[in-house]
C-alpha cells in the first residue's frame, strides 16, 4: 500500500528535492502538512493552476493536511520569478477582490478535507522591524543574486528593487508559520521552494521537501498558461468555453495537456494518442470539460462543438444583449459591456485581425452604423455569439 500511496504522490511531478526525506516522511506513517502558496494577483483559477492545485488534492486523498496559502500579502510584494522586469504593484484592495474570486473555484479542485485555507497576512503583516531584520539575515546578496532571474536582470543592469529581494523571503517563513513538511509549486518556483528550507532551518524546524510540477504550456501552445497573456482557461468557464477552447489548442501542445490536464490512465492517454489528431484533441476537451463541469454537460458541449463547427450552424443558446440607442455604435465598447472582452484594446485587435462579423460581413472600423447590428448575430472569433437586440 505503501508504495503505491509514493506512486500516485509522485506521479507527474517535475522535481522531488531531497527524495530521501520525502521518502523518510511517507514511512514515518503521519499526517503531513503539505503547503501550497498562490497569489491572488488575477480574477480566475487557470488550468495551469489546477497542474499543482490537483497534486495537492492527491495528497489530501492519501490522508494529508492540504494548507492552502493564500498570499494575499506576498501578491502586494510581487513574485520576481521569471521576471525580467519589477512587476506592477498591486493594492490590498485589488489583491482582497481577487482572493474572494478565486476561493470559490479552489472547490472546482480540492477537497473539502483536510484542508487549512489561510492567509498569509494572518503572520507577515504584524511583523516587527527586529523580526523583518532577522528573516533578511537568512540570506546573502550573493546567495540571491545566484537565482537566474535576479542574475539575469542584474547583468542587464535591470533594476531589481530590495523589496523584491524579500519575497523569497517571505515566501519561506510561510512555510515556518505553518510548519510546512512539503511544499507544492510549478516548476519556476523551485528556488523559492529551496530557500523555504533555509528559512525553516534558521527557525528550528525540520526543513521541507520541495515538489514541483511541470508548467503547462497555453492554448496558444507556445509559452506558459498565463492571464496576462489571454492564453488561458479558467476552471469556472462554461463546458462550451472550456471545450471549444481545448479544441482550438495546437497539435504539438497535446502531449503535455494529457499528462498534465487530466486524469486519464496513461493506457487512455496512448489509445486517444492512436487517433487522428482531431479525435484526440476531442477526447482531451471531453476529459478536461468533464472534471471541471459534469460528464452531461461535456457530452453536451461536445455535441454542440460538432453541430455548430463542423455542420457550420449557430449554436442554440445564443447570449442577447441589448443594442444602445446611439448611432453609430463603438463596437469596442460594446462589447466590453458585453463581457465578451475584458478590454477596449482587445476588441480592437480582434477587429484589427477582421475576427468580428455580423451575417458573413466582417467588421474592421470601431465606428459601426447601429442598423449593421440591430437584431443581428455578431460572431467574435471561432467560438463567441452574441445576439443584438434593438427595442
Same mark, same amino acid.
Given at each position: 500500500m505503501?508504495? +503505491?500511496?509514493?506512486?500516485?504522490?509522485?506521479?507527474?511531478?517535475d522535481v522531488?528535492?531531497?527524495?530521501?526525506d520525502?521518502n523518510e516522511?511517507?514511512?514515518?506513517?503521519?499526517?503531513?502538512?503539505?503547503k501550497?502558496?498562490?497569489?491572488?494577483?488575477?480574477?480566475a483559477?487557470?488550468?495551469?493552476?489546477?497542474?499543482?492545485?490537483?497534486k495537492?488534492r492527491?495528497? /489530501?486523498?492519501?490522508?494529508?493536511v492540504a494548507?492552502l496559502?493564500?498570499?494575499?500579502?506576498?501578491?502586494?510584494?510581487?513574485?520576481?520569478s521569471?521576471?525580467?522586469?519589477?512587476?506592477?504593484?498591486?493594492t490590498a484592495e485589488?489583491?482582497?477582490?481577487?482572493?474572494?474570486?478565486?476561493?470559490? /473555484?479552489?472547490?472546482?479542485?480540492?477537497?473539502?478535507?483536510?484542508?487549512e485555507?489561510?492567509?498569509?497576512s494572518?503572520?507577515?503583516?504584524?511583523l516587527?522591524?527586529?523580526?523583518?531584520?532577522?528573516?533578511?539575515?537568512?540570506?546573502?546578496?550573493?546567495?540571491?543574486l545566484?537565482r537566474?532571474?535576479f542574475?539575469?536582470?542584474?547583468?542587464a543592469?535591470?533594476p531589481?528593487?530590495?523589496?523584491?529581494?524579500?519575497y523569497?523571503?517571505? /515566501?519561506?517563513?510561510?512555510?515556518v508559520?505553518?510548519e510546512?513538511d512539503?511544499e507544492?509549486?510549478?516548476?519556476?518556483?523551485?528556488?523559492?521552494?529551496m530557500?523555504g528550507?533555509v528559512?525553516q532551518?534558521?527557525?528550528?524546524?525540520r526543513p521541507?521537501?520541495?515538489?514541483?510540477?511541470?508548467?503547462?504550456?497555453g492554448?496558444?501552445?507556445?509559452q506558459?498558461m498565463?492571464q496576462?497573456?489571454?492564453n488561458?482557461?479558467?476552471?469556472?468557464?462554461?463546458?462550451?468555453?472550456?471545450?471549444?477552447k481545448v479544441?482550438?489548442l495546437?497539435?504539438e501542445?497535446?502531449?503535455?495537456?494529457?499528462?498534465?490536464?487530466?486524469?486519464?490512465?496513461? /493506457?487512455e492517454?496512448?489509445?486517444?494518442?492512436?487517433?487522428h489528431?482531431r479525435a484526440?484533441?476531442?477526447?482531451?476537451?471531453?476529459?478536461?470539460?468533464a472534471l471541471y463541469?459534469?460528464e452531461?454537460?461535456?457530452?453536451?458541449?461536445?455535441?454542440?462543438?460538432?453541430?455548430?463547427?463542423?455542420q457550420?450552424?449557430e449554436?442554440?443558446d445564443?447570449?442577447?444583449?441589448?443594442?444602445?440607442?446611439?448611432?453609430p455604435?463603438?463596437?469596442?465598447?460594446?462589447?466590453r459591456?458585453?463581457? +465578451?472582452?475584458d478590454?477596449?484594446k482587445?476588441?480592437?485587435r480582434?477587429?484589427?485581425q477582421?475576427?468580428i462579423s455580423?451575417?458573413?460581413?466582417?467588421?474592421t472600423?470601431?465606428?459601426?452604423?447601429?442598423?449593421?447590428?440591430?437584431n443581428r448575430?455578431?460572431k467574435?472569433?471561432?467560438?463567441?455569439?452574441?445576439?443584438?437586440?434593438?427595442?
Amino acid at each position: 500500500m505503501a508504495s +503505491v500511496e509514493r506512486a500516485r504522490l509522485l506521479g507527474r511531478t517535475d522535481v522531488v528535492t531531497p527524495i530521501e526525506d520525502f521518502n523518510e516522511r511517507l514511512a514515518e506513517g503521519r499526517q503531513l502538512r503539505i503547503k501550497l502558496g498562490l497569489d491572488p494577483t488575477a480574477p480566475a483559477v487557470t488550468l495551469g493552476w489546477a497542474v499543482v492545485l490537483r497534486k495537492l488534492r492527491d495528497f /489530501q486523498e492519501q490522508g494529508h493536511v492540504a494548507v492552502l496559502i493564500v498570499g494575499d500579502f506576498t501578491a502586494q510584494v510581487g513574485d520576481p520569478s521569471a521576471r525580467n522586469e519589477t512587476r506592477k504593484r498591486l493594492t490590498a484592495e485589488e489583491v482582497r477582490g481577487y482572493a474572494s474570486q478565486v476561493l470559490s /473555484q479552489f472547490e472546482k479542485v480540492l477537497l473539502p478535507e483536510p484542508l487549512e485555507i489561510r492567509y498569509n497576512s494572518e503572520w507577515l503583516a504584524s511583523l516587527d522591524m527586529a523580526e523583518i531584520l532577522n528573516l533578511t539575515s537568512v540570506a546573502t546578496v550573493a546567495q540571491l543574486l545566484e537565482r537566474s532571474d535576479f542574475a539575469k536582470r542584474f547583468e542587464a543592469k535591470s533594476p531589481i528593487s530590495v523589496m523584491e529581494f524579500l519575497y523569497p523571503l517571505l /515566501q519561506g517563513y510561510d512555510s515556518v508559520a505553518v510548519e510546512a513538511d512539503v511544499e507544492l509549486g510549478g516548476s519556476d518556483q523551485l528556488w523559492n521552494l529551496m530557500m523555504g528550507r533555509v528559512v525553516q532551518e534558521r527557525y528550528g524546524q525540520r526543513p521541507q521537501v520541495a515538489m514541483t510540477m511541470p508548467l503547462l504550456v497555453g492554448t496558444d501552445g507556445v509559452q506558459k498558461m498565463s492571464q496576462s497573456l489571454g492564453n488561458y482557461i479558467g476552471v469556472d468557464e462554461s463546458a462550451a468555453e472550456i471545450f471549444g477552447k481545448v479544441m482550438s489548442l495546437r497539435d504539438e501542445a497535446m502531449p503535455a495537456w494529457f499528462r498534465l490536464a487530466t486524469e486519464l490512465s496513461e /493506457q487512455e492517454i496512448e489509445d486517444a494518442k492512436a487517433l487522428h489528431p482531431r479525435a484526440a484533441k476531442a477526447v482531451l476537451a471531453r476529459a478536461i470539460t468533464a472534471l471541471y463541469t459534469s460528464e452531461s454537460e461535456a457530452d453536451a458541449a461536445a455535441a454542440e462543438f460538432d453541430r455548430v463547427f463542423r455542420q457550420g450552424e449557430e449554436p442554440t443558446d445564443i447570449e442577447e444583449f441589448p443594442l444602445p440607442v446611439e448611432d453609430p455604435i463603438n463596437v469596442a465598447t460594446l462589447l466590453r459591456a458585453a463581457g +465578451v472582452v475584458d478590454s477596449a484594446k482587445e476588441a480592437r485587435r480582434l477587429l484589427a485581425q477582421g475576427a468580428i462579423s455580423t451575417d458573413e460581413r466582417r467588421l474592421t472600423e470601431e465606428w459601426v452604423a447601429r442598423s449593421l447590428l440591430a437584431n443581428r448575430v455578431l460572431k467574435i472569433g471561432k467560438r463567441r455569439y452574441l445576439r443584438l437586440v434593438a427595442n
